[in-house]
């Protein structure tokens, strides 16, 4: 694998994320204090978190947490949950197991931009844009005449950053259905899952949705947070 592209969002926060006067590009919602977060904790949870130590876990993460992860999907056990420190970790290990320079992907644009530039950096790929004059939403068709040969990976991004956008549950599922039809994993940056505007219908987890491929191969969703 060539040397990683330059990660420009994050060179640009580096230097203006705590030092402009004004910031109208945050992508987070609005954060808790701890206490606020530990006054909402059960008695046990509270006594945990108070007295936990701040040595190593296990490689995979803890068991308790991955227990509490797998606890968010319908049908997936602490087995099934891989922990990383942040997300972009997570994305880095999904695009470099997932693809190799002999790959094909596609990418739902815009996205944040590891999603775009780690394919890229990997192999072919190719970006399938939301469709402005149809409330920011996703031609399936378009994906399907973005497949080839050698296509591996099609990376989403619902709720979507930056536009804010929702997927029709049913444009989800064709989606789905053509990644099943062609054997193609999916990874599903849902980080922003549950956000949206009051009684907003989100969409399952893309894990709780794709059992598997015509490849064989086990179905793929990142919820990364």
Not at 61 to 67: I, K, S, T, Y
Not at 198 to 215: I, N, R
Request: aromatic share 8%; proline share 5%; charged share 20%.
């Amino acid at each position: 694998m060539t040397a990683l592209p330059d990660f420009r969002l994050e060179t640009h926060f580096a230097k203006w994320e705590v030092t402009a006067r004004h910031h109208m590009t945050a992508s987070d919602a609005e954060t808790m204090r701890l206490g606020e977060l530990l006054a909402m904790a059960s008695d046990a949870d509270r006594e945990g978190f108070e007295r936990m130590g701040l040595g190593y876990t296990e490689t995979w993460g803890a068991p308790d947490l991955r227990a509490e992860i797998a606890g968010t999907y319908a049908g997936s056990s602490a087995g099934d949950i891989l922990c990383f420190a942040g997300a972009s970790e997570g994305i880095f290990a999904a695009n470099t197991v997932l693809l190799d320079k002999g790959s094909h992907a596609i990418v739902v644009t815009p996205n944040y931009q590891s999603h775009e530039s780690l394919p890229l950096a990997i192999c072919e790929a190719t970006g399938v844009p939301l469709e402005a004059g149809d409330g920011w939403s996703l031609d399936i068709d378009r994906i399907g005449r973005a497949i080839r040969p050698n296509t591996k990976l099609v990376t989403i991004n619902f709720p979507h950053n930056p536009t804010g956008a929702i997927l029709p549950l049913e444009r989800y599922r064709a989606l789905i259905e053509l990644c099943r039809h062609h054997g193609l994993w999916i990874l599903h940056d849902e980080i922003f899952h549950g956000l949206g505007p009051h009684g907003a219908a989100h969409l399952p987890f893309v894990a709780d949705e794709y059992e598997g491929t015509s490849k064989n191969c086990p179905d793929f969703g990142a919820t990364v947070s």
